[in-house]
């Protein structure tokens, strides 16, 4: 079964530190996303990566960057942290490379809070 | 655009009572469509795919190509299907529907 972690459940910040969350696969995916998922607004895509050192944004990656020096690992980077980045943080791996008709697995997810 | 709609925010129900949770898209290729579960204090799962065309915990889900749909449906809920519950759409997720069921 996959197994997709994410290093922190729960997290909290100052305002304007540089957050980093990470998540971690151990099935070889291709492809890795991280999402943030709000009341009422579902899941909204940040970036995804589909090789090493590659990525892409997503619907909403202002405020991100990301990661990818190992297939197995994908960071999410909050280059200066703000209040309106107080969210759930959902890691999600999927196997084949650019392919997004997939299905995903996704991690426990990280629930940041900013102050 | 792909882009995926769940009109429900909230469905209730009683325990025994259909189900149908409420999922439309909007695709120019071939789409291809999943529903995912999060029940509480769980990781969001994979619950079934259309091309599947299975039953998983009794839900089945029908891509209606003239319609744009792809509606959850089971026919007798049960309290332990309180979940939220995702429709999906290449990746492109929709903003969910809680489904509790009482008692």
């Known amino acids: 079964d996959v197994k997709v972690t994410q290093s922190s459940r729960y997290l909290v910040k100052r305002t304007g530190e540089k957050v980093f969350l990470e998540c971690v696969q151990d099935?070889?995916?291709?492809?890795m996303f991280w999402y943030r998922q709000d009341p009422g607004l579902g899941l909204r895509l940040i970036y995804f990566?589909?090789?090493?050192?590659?990525?892409e944004k997503g619907d909403i990656p202002e405020g991100y960057s990301v990661s990818r020096e190992k297939k197995e690992r994908f960071s999410l980077i909050l280059e200066s942290a703000s209040t309106n980045q107080t969210s759930m943080y959902l890691c999600?791996?999927?196997?084949?490379?650019?392919?997004?008709?997939?299905?995903?697995?996704f991690g426990d997810g990280t629930r940041l809070s900013i102050l | 655009a792909q882009r995926v709609t769940q009109p429900e925010k909230l469905l209730s129900v009683f325990k025994g009572a259909p189900v149908e949770l409420k999922c439309n898209y909007s695709?120019?290729?071939?789409?291809?469509l999943f529903w995912y579960v999060q029940y509480s204090r769980q990781r969001l799962q994979l619950l079934l795919r259309?091309?599947s065309r299975e039953s998983i915990k009794g839900f089945t889900a029908d891509l209606n190509k003239g319609e744009t749909s792809f509606h959850l449906k089971k026919p007798f809920a049960q309290e332990e299907d309180s979940a939220m519950y995702y429709c999906?759409?290449?990746?492109?997720f929709g903003t969910g529907t809680r489904l509790q069921v009482f008692p």
């Open positions: 099935m070889d995916h291709e492809n």
């Open positions: 695709y120019s290729g071939s789409p291809e």
């Open positions: 999600a791996s999927s196997l084949l490379r650019g392919y997004r008709n997939q299905p995903q697995h």
């Open positions: 259309h091309i």
């Open positions: 990566s589909y090789d090493v050192k590659m990525k």
């Open positions: 999906a759409l290449s990746g492109a």
